[in-house]
């Protein structure tokens, strides 16, 4: 399995993943122009592309969707709740069940808690290989914690740091809905998770949907860091995905 984090961020969010069979995008929300300019610099075709899943409905992570359809030819996966802001989709297919297959590849929905009309986390599994990928929300529940054990690559939000965003230049309002349950998790609360969840076969953690006005990828890293040593977790497999600009490769 091959992953690559075409960009992350408020801006907008875009992840490739590839398996031996299927080749399938997580949200469009940079520009297609973007998306297919950083697809043929990794040699892959776009009209290869077998689905993009959207995760929820918000620019940042369907920008690019409306135009990026009309040059690839893939099924887009939604819930219903999601359609009435994706009408100038044709060829999509509603989410509903908790699981469902692309080809070779399991698809594992999560539901998240978002200020949106929907929103869903997901789990790819490819054979004993698999992606957990969960941006924009405000919290976990926990009666997910046994599927997301243990999974061999980690995309979770690390979206602010708590004191630079209650310090900053953001109203009240705005402030009070990213801390709540409808909103985004901190560096604190994806570190608790990633200590919760990783296990023996996670192989890379990458923190993703960080905030370019209240964090810092040097924050987010420590706040990770220290958790996992107070948790006496040693684990170093750990990159930022940042706004406009692809992640490493990852290969599992």
Request: proline share 2%; aromatic share 8%; no cysteine.
């Amino acid at each position: 399995m091959k992953v690559i984090v075409l960009s992350s961020g408020s801006k907008g969010n875009t992840t490739y993943i590839e398996t031996k069979e299927s080749k399938i995008l997580i949200d469009a929300g940079n520009t297609s122009k973007y998306i297919v300019s950083k697809l043929f610099e990794l040699e892959i075709n776009p009209k290869e592309i077998d689905a993009i899943l959207i995760t929820h409905t918000h620019s940042d992570h369907i920008k690019g969707l409306e135009s990026l359809i009309k040059k690839v030819p893939a099924r887009i996966y939604m819930t219903e709740k999601m359609y009435p802001y994706l009408k100038f989709v044709e060829n999509y297919e509603f989410i509903t069940s908790k699981s469902f297959m692309i080809k070779d590849i399991k698809v594992d929905v999560i539901k998240t808690s978002h200020d949106t009309e929907d929103s869903v986390g997901y789990i790819i599994t490819n054979d004993d290989k698999s992606v957990v990928y969960i941006t924009d929300t405000g919290y976990i529940n926990q009666k997910y914690d046994e599927i997301l054990s243990n999974r061999g690559i980690y995309i979770l939000e690390s979206n602010h740091d708590i004191e630079m965003l209650n310090n900053g230049s953001y109203p009240f309002a705005l402030r009070k809905r990213i801390l709540s349950d409808k909103g985004h998790l901190s560096n604190y609360d994806s570190s608790a998770y990633l200590a919760k969840f990783m296990g023996p076969k996670t192989k890379k953690i990458v923190l993703a949907h960080l905030s370019e006005e209240n964090n810092t990828p040097e924050l987010a890293l420590s706040t990770l860091k220290e958790r996992l040593k107070s948790e006496k977790i040693n684990f170093k497999n750990i990159i930022i995905a940042k706004q406009n600009e692809e992640t490493e490769l990852i290969e599992i």
